[in-house]
């Protein structure tokens, strides 16, 4: 499936350099859908490997022209290393500063966490040291059902779901940030729940809600038509609510379905290469997901180490893929093509050879019960603000929320 980024992922989206840190393969949780297949409690960054990243990226400014960056901070659970986040967060400030970087003033520190120990003293005292630079995202996956379906604690004992730690943060971090967004992850036996898991997270007063099927072949026949009468039901949920003012799902969106231009839409979907990781051992990654940590069958691809910098040449085939080098003739063909997402990572892994440039489309037929799903959602709303005379209205207020499949 495809990695969580931060619910503010938008921000000067396109413009930003996104270096990833692999802080902790640990984790308090277990979820049943997590990518990472290799988690441990021994991979915890040392300083000296994050201070060498650092050092490398802000010594080779002209290799690093983008505009802005995000420091994005992954695990496991990115705040089990609080104080290695904060001595790394402090480091990169003064260093930005001392050298005149163009990125001073044009940064963002990025987390995404399960929220377990978002309250306490220590990930507070960051939070309010680095509050205007910050953009977190808690992953609460709908109903505690639905969440502790999936999201339980480690461990050998009895199965012991999450969602009552998670929840009781849930108004501390929307306090601290009043527009924050959820991610949540469909795999199959969480399609029953997907309505009353939206509608749950609107009650809890999270205003965005970006939700995703995994990219994996986990599903099971049948599972796209249970998937579509979700999406409608939802859909009526939302229409006869009027949650469509000030609520908004990633699910419905007015450019998914459609068929793609080959020559002005051919880029690629996923950012893998011109975004960096860098883990515990100090290896560079194209994305996290290339990593030994998130592959099930496939060696980690990696593009160099903070010693010795990136090679240019594990790089380049990454910043050559587009759709067109990588799709099925039937995906080149699609007439709903847009909207229908891959992550290089998982095509990587689920490929019959070791190559980056098989796209895996274990997501079609859930894309195309989504297609089928939004369309209803589109014209029932268009209809009932028709009707009502408010669709000038609800055209120049309206926002979508940014997929992020990752
Ligand atoms: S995976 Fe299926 S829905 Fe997606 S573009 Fe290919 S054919 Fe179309
Ligand atoms: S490979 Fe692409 S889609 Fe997959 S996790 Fe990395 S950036 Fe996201």
């Not at 060498?52 to 420091?71: G, M, P, T």
Request: glycine fraction near 8%.
């Amino acid at each position: 499936m495809a990695l969580y980024k931060e619910s503010g992922g938008s921000w000067q989206s396109g413009m930003a350099k996104n270096i990833t840190f692999i802080v902790t393969k640990d984790c308090q949780l277990a979820c049943k859908y997590c990518y990472l297949v290799g988690k441990n409690e021994k991979e915890r960054m040392p300083w000296s490997v994050a201070k060498a990243a650092i050092d490398y990226i802000l010594d080779n400014e002209e290799k690093f022209r983008e505009q802005s960056v995000i420091w994005d901070f992954i695990g496991g659970e990115p705040f089990l290393e609080i104080e290695l986040i904060d001595r790394i967060c402090d480091y990169i400030k003064a260093e930005m500063f001392r050298r005149g970087h163009h990125w001073f003033d044009s940064y963002r520190f990025s987390f995404s966490t399960n929220g377990i120990n978002y309250h306490t003293d220590k990930v507070q005292q960051f939070i309010k040291k680095n509050h205007s630079h910050l953009s977190i995202g808690i992953t609460i996956d709908g109903t505690e059902l639905k969440h502790d379906l999936n999201r339980i604690y480690k461990g050998d004992g009895p199965e012991r779901g999450s969602y009552r730690d998670v929840v009781r943060n849930i108004p501390l971090w929307l306090e601290q940030f009043p527009g924050g967004g959820t991610k949540v992850t469909i795999s199959s036996p969480d399609i029953p729940y997907i309505k009353e898991s939206v509608l749950h997270l609107y009650s809890l007063g999270i205003h965005e809600v970006n939700i995703n099927c995994v990219f994996e072949d986990v599903w099971k026949e049948g599972d796209d038509k249970l998937f579509e009468d979700q999406l409608m039901q939802l859909a009526d949920a939302i229409i006869d609510g009027g949650y469509y003012t000030d609520y908004a799902c990633s699910f419905y969106s007015e450019n998914i379905g459609k068929p793609l231009d080959p020559v002005t839409e051919n880029q690629n979907w996923c950012g893998a290469g011109k975004m960096l990781s860098v883990d515990a051992a100090g290896n560079f990654y194209p994305c996290t997901r290339f990593a030994a940590y998130s592959l099930r069958s496939k060696a980690p691809i990696i593009i160099g180490n903070v010693r010795d910098g990136i090679d240019e040449n594990k790089l380049r085939p990454f910043l050559t893929l587009d759709r067109l080098t990588q799709s099925p003739q039937q995906c080149l063909d699609c007439e709903v093509a847009s909207g229908c997402a891959w992550c290089q990572g998982e095509n990587y892994d689920a490929a019959a050879t070791p190559t980056i440039y098989q796209r895996a489309t274990a997501i079609c037929l859930m894309h195309k019960a989504r297609v089928r799903a939004n369309n209803y959602y589109w014209n029932r709303l268009y209809r009932k603000l028709e009707l009502e005379g408010e669709r000038e209205q609800f055209e120049s207020n309206h926002r979508e929320v940014k997929p992020d499949n990752c």
